[in-house]
């Protein structure tokens, strides 16, 4: 269980799609409303590891599931990607209006769910999956917080432009994700 914590920590601090969201959420909104943000990758990361830990043996045998999957999550990182990119600073309120869902859906594409639910998940015990899902559900919340609050400490000058950083990453994750899915 140690090593399943630790290396839940691990993937949680890795740059990824959700931390890039939830940073320049931080940045954009500030700590005080952005904190919530966790909550949704928290139902996110609920939702999507235990999607991989159940249907995980069904999907092996299918050659074309995970490319498939990743062709999802590719067009959900470009759209994610615009939609930031062309978003004012004027645009501000309606963004904080689409930042649960935007959160929720991008944790749900997200290739650490996939990786969590098909690899650290014991399939044939259904008792030690919930409790590790759960485990990460609640590290998820605590890492979340942290790229919030990194995001929110991020100077003046960088956080105006935090989407437009955010939108560069995910197009480079969406890019990855692409290439790896046509491989």
């Given at each position: 269980m140690i090593a399943f914590v630790l290396t839940s920590f691990v993937i949680l601090l890795t740059p990824g799609p959700t931390n890039t969201v939830l940073a320049a959420s931080?940045?954009?909104f500030g700590l005080s409303w952005a904190r919530l943000l966790p909550l949704a990758e928290a139902a996110g990361y609920a939702l999507a590891i235990s999607f991989f830990a159940v249907f995980a043996a069904l999907v092996a045998?299918?050659?074309w599931a995970l490319p498939s999957l990743k062709i999802v999550a590719a067009c959900w990182l470009a759209y994610s990607a615009i939609r930031l990119?062309?978003?004012s600073l004027e645009m501000k309120g309606a963004m904080r209006r689409g930042a649960f869902a935007r959160v929720f859906l991008t944790t749900l594409?997200?290739?650490k769910a996939m990786i969590v639910g098909m690899m650290m998940i014991p399939q044939p015990n259904p008792d030690e999956m919930v409790w590790r899902i759960s485990i990460f559900i609640a590290l998820s919340s605590l890492a979340g917080l942290g790229w919030v609050a990194l995001g929110a400490a991020l100077p003046g000058g960088i956080r105006r432009h935090s989407?437009?950083?955010a939108a560069f990453v995910l197009g480079g994750f969406s890019l990855y994700a692409l290439t790896s899915a046509l491989a």
């Open positions: 931080g940045a954009a045998d299918l050659w990119w062309i978003t594409v997200n290739p989407y437009k950083g």
